[in-house]
Structure formats: C-alpha cells, structure tokens
C-alpha cells in the first residue's frame, strides 16, 4: 500500500493481484475513510502527494492487453483525471519511482528501449492533464532480473530539491560484465539537464541497489545505496555507502 497526505486528507492506494492486476483507492481524514473504489486497471508503481492534490503511476495496456506500458493520473478536487499515457511500449516499463515538484510530478522508470535490448532508464515530468515527451536518462543496461541477489531491490530513485529533480539509478558498467555495476545521479530542471551525470560508485564483483535520494532544509543533497559483494559465489555483508550530490 502507498500512502500521502495533501491540504490535511490522506488518500491510500494499493494493489490486488488476481485474475487482472487492479488499483485501488480510499480516501479519509485519517479517522474516517471512504469505502475502497478501483482506481486502474494495472499495476501501480508509486504514489505521491503534491500541493493541490495525488498522483499514481501504474503499468497499463493502451494499446494490447499484453503490453506493460506506463500511465498516470493525478487526483484533485477530490476525483481522479483521464489516464495520461507517459510511454507505450509492447515491451517492459517497470520499477517507476515518483516525485512532486509541488504542482506537477516527475518520474523515472527503467524500460526496454527496443523489443530486444536490456532495461535503459528514463524520465519525464506530468501534470493533472499533461504530460512532457520522455527522456533517455542512460542506455546502459541495468538491472532488472539478475541471477544473484538482491534480484528484485529498487534499482533508481527521484526527489525534488526545490527547482528540479534529482535521478539516481543503478546500471551495469559493461554488457558482458554482469557482476560490475554502478551508481550514477543526475539533476534536472523540468526535461532539461541542469548537471551531468555523476559516477558515485563503481562496485566490482558484486551488486548495488535501494538508492535514496533526500535533500535538507539547507538544500545539502544526499544519496545513499547499498552494495553487495560476491566471493566464491557467497554474498557478503551489505553496507550502506553515501555521498553528497551536486
């Protein structure tokens, strides 16, 4: 389950897998809640609060039941909107992490760019009734169904530091090199780069994952992610790694 708070309500959303994957939605003040309502139909991702309102992103089939493209719709005024469909694709869109500037939101998801090619990662920005043309934030194959651990940790990150987004995702540093990954970050302001990418760690021999991005009162930017390191097929220990951003 997801859950947010904007202009003193809450709203709560969360998934039900059964013959079709489905969202749903409550809303209430925190002592008194709506009865559930279905929200999509798909697989919701992530959810965020912003000023005036909510958003969700979900895995969703516009165009053939067998896609998994990406769609949103943001909640205000106590409705949800039209489904805005940030990507299709009749491949893969997975792992969307979300973020609100305050009005409008910003997200990061990692996808097939083609119908044969690894997982690249990418970002756009919406709002209730818009949303902007995706961007290739990296090409690099990443992480998605690896064959040793952590397999299904959260492999990017979003947040917003007051005049843009700041990205973090975790990537494979060569295709045939599966054991060596890396960590990047990147900030935007709206689609446009505002810094370039940044390599904060270069892990070998082993894995990275669960990166988090946070920003301060005094707008000190951090990152944080864990590493995993392999040693006669064994995973070690997993320390948690930080460094400051831009």
């Known amino acids: 389950p997801y859950l947010a708070s904007s202009g003193g309500n809450y709203l709560l959303v969360w998934n039900v897998s059964g013959g079709a994957s ?8 925190g002592t008194t809640w709506s009865a ?39 909640y205000t005024g106590g409705a949800w909107g039209a ?16 973020a609100s500037d305050g009005t409008g939101y910003g997200v990061l998801w990692r996808q097939h760019a083609t119908s044969t090619d690894d997982y690249g990662v990418y970002y756009t920005t919406f709002t209730a009734t818009d949303a902007a043309t995706p961007l290739q934030v990296s090409a690099a194959r990443g992480p998605y169904e690896d064959s040793l651990p952590p397999y299904t940790s959260p492999r990017e990150a979003i947040a917003h530091d007051g005049t843009g987004y700041l990205l973090g995702w975790i990537q494979h540093d060569n295709p045939a090199t599966t054991n060596r990954e890396e960590v990047y970050a990147q900030r935007y302001t709206g689609v446009t780069p505002a810094a370039r990418s940044a390599l904060l760690q270069r892990v070998h021999n082993g894995r990275a994952s669960t990166p988090t991005l946070t920003v301060n009162n005094s707008g000190v930017k951090l990152a944080t992610w864990r590493q995993y390191y392999f040693e006669n097929n064994t995973s070690s220990s997993a320390p948690t790694y930080r460094q400051g951003l831009f």
């Open 36 to 74: 559930p309502q279905g929200l999509v139909l798909g697989w919701i991702h992530d959810f965020a609060a912003s000023g005036s309102g909510y958003a969700a992103v979900y895995r969703c089939s516009p165009l053939s039941p067998t896609e998994q493209s990406l769609c949103a719709k943001a």
């Open 22 to 29: 489905l969202g749903y939605h409550s809303a209430g003040s």
């Open 83 to 98: 489904e805005l469909a940030l990507e299709t694709y009749t491949t893969n869109s997975v792992n969307a992490v979300l």
